[in-house]
């Protein structure tokens, strides 16, 4: 079991940039792809992005490619989502999550293959 907590949400304007922090419990992290989602008011669940279990393969939705980068760091248990060039569009409550099998591509982007997720951490930018 894992249990997940992010961090690093807020407000920033138009532009800007936020890092997101996704802090991981247990022994194992290092065999979970990693995933991050949002989702926006009135709207479903969407992916954002996604790491292998060794950071070889990222994924990214055509929405934030460019502008997000994915990263994790095994020894800590994190997993990282950097944000620039932020738009009002970008506007959502983010999570993490962890999925136990393995995936490629367009297949990491269900989230129903993931097992795990966190709380969420908001994020706002203004315009």
């Known amino acids: 079991q894992v249990q997940l907590v992010e961090s690093g949400g807020g407000l920033v304007q138009a532009g800007g940039s936020l890092r997101l922090s996704c802090a991981a419990s247990g022994r194992t992290f290092s065999s979970y792809v990693m995933g991050w989602f949002r989702q926006a008011p009135g709207k479903e669940r969407e992916f954002v992005a996604a790491i292998g279990r060794i950071s070889v393969m990222t994924y990214y939705a055509d929405s934030v490619k460019g502008r997000f980068t994915i990263s994790r760091d095994n020894a800590k248990n994190t997993v990282y989502l950097e944000m620039n060039s932020l738009k009002p569009e970008d506007t959502a409550v983010y999570y993490c999550?962890?999925?136990?099998?393995?995936?490629?591509?367009?297949?990491?982007?269900?989230?129903?293959?993931?097992?795990?997720w966190g709380q969420g951490t908001q994020v706002t930018v203004s315009s």
């Open positions: 999550a962890a999925r136990p099998k393995f995936c490629s591509g367009s297949g990491c982007y269900d989230a129903s293959g993931y097992d795990y």
